[in-house]
C-alpha cells in the first residue's frame, strides 16, 4: 500500500511539472519579456556629447511581448517587429518605413546582463527593464 502512495504521489508530482514547463511557452515567455528605456553609458563622452546623446536617445523604448512581436519607440514614432531569445543574446528586428514609404528591416543583437540589454554592436546602447 505504502509503495502504491508513493508511486501516485511521483506520477502526480512528474504531471505537475510536465504540465507546468508547458504553460511556460515558446521560450519566448522567459525574463527579458518586458517594457525597457535607455540608459546611455555617458562616461567616456564628454559633457556636452553626454548632454546630446541623452537629448536624443533619452525617450526611447523598448517593448518585448511574450508572443515574439517587438515593439520601438523613439521621439514619438513606433516601430514593430520581432524578437529571439538564443542562450545570452536577445536579437531585435524592427521593422521601419521611411517617408516614402519604402520599408527596410534592422536587426540588433544585445547581452542580457540582469534587467539590462546591453547592444553587441554600439557599446553604449543599453536598455533597462522599467
Known amino acids: 500500500m505504502k509503495k502504491a502512495v508513493k508511486f501516485?504521489?511521483?506520477?502526480?508530482?512528474?504531471?505537475?511539472?510536465?504540465?507546468?514547463?508547458?504553460?511556460?511557452?515558446?521560450?519566448?515567455?522567459?525574463?527579458?519579456?518586458?517594457?525597457?528605456?535607455?540608459?546611455?553609458d555617458t562616461t567616456s563622452m564628454t559633457e556636452s556629447e553626454a548632454a546630446l546623446t541623452n537629448s536624443l536617445l533619452g525617450s526611447y523604448?523598448?517593448?518585448?511581448?511574450?508572443?515574439?512581436?517587438?515593439?520601438?519607440?523613439?521621439?514619438?514614432?513606433?516601430?514593430?517587429?520581432?524578437?529571439?531569445?538564443?542562450?545570452?543574446?536577445?536579437?531585435?528586428?524592427?521593422?521601419?518605413?521611411?517617408?516614402?514609404?519604402e520599408s527596410s528591416e534592422s536587426t540588433e543583437t544585445f547581452t542580457k546582463d540582469g534587467n539590462k540589454l546591453k547592444s553587441t554592436t554600439q557599446s553604449q546602447l543599453v536598455f533597462e527593464k522599467k
Not at 511539472?17 to 546611455?40: D, I, P, R, T
Open 8 to 40: 501516485l504521489l511521483t506520477a502526480c508530482l512528474a504531471c505537475t511539472m510536465l504540465f507546468g514547463a508547458a504553460a511556460c511557452g515558446n521560450g519566448n515567455s522567459s525574463g527579458v519579456v518586458g517594457e525597457y528605456k535607455v540608459v546611455v
Open 61 to 101: 523604448t523598448m517593448t518585448l511581448s511574450a508572443d515574439g512581436k517587438a515593439s520601438v519607440t523613439a521621439m514619438g514614432t513606433t516601430n514593430n517587429g520581432t524578437w529571439k531569445e538564443n542562450g545570452d543574446k536577445v536579437e531585435v528586428t524592427i521593422k521601419e518605413e521611411n517617408s516614402n514609404g
